[in-house]
């Protein structure tokens, strides 16, 4: 069994991501998403595991971001410290 990268009340980041953008007129609207989120940071208020359907494991955290005040649940990839980047 894998073990979480993070703790309750740790500060993160969101990692940055390729998007695919296969439609011309969305382009603008990706990039600007892109934009807003790549600095985007938060606090873990709560972990969950869940698994697949072969039995793995995989951890999810909930987050509390600074900029939208709202909670959202991430799979651990997607996540880093904040002082790691």
């Given amino acids: ?6 703790k309750i009340k740790d500060r993160i980041r969101k990692v940055k991501s390729n998007e695919c953008i296969t439609h011309q ?3 603008s609207q990706v990039a600007e998403a892109i ?11 709560d972990c969950i595991t869940k698994k697949d359907k072969r039995g793995r494991t995989y951890f999810y955290y909930y987050v509390l971001w600074e900029d939208t005040k709202t909670i ?8 880093a410290l904040e002082k790691d980047l």
């Fill in 1 to 6: 069994m894998s073990t979480p990268k993070f």
């Fill in 25 to 27: 007129a969305r382009y």
């Fill in 35 to 45: 934009k807003k989120n790549i600095n985007r940071c938060g606090t873990i208020i």
């Fill in 72 to 79: 959202s649940l991430h799979c651990q990839n997607r996540l």
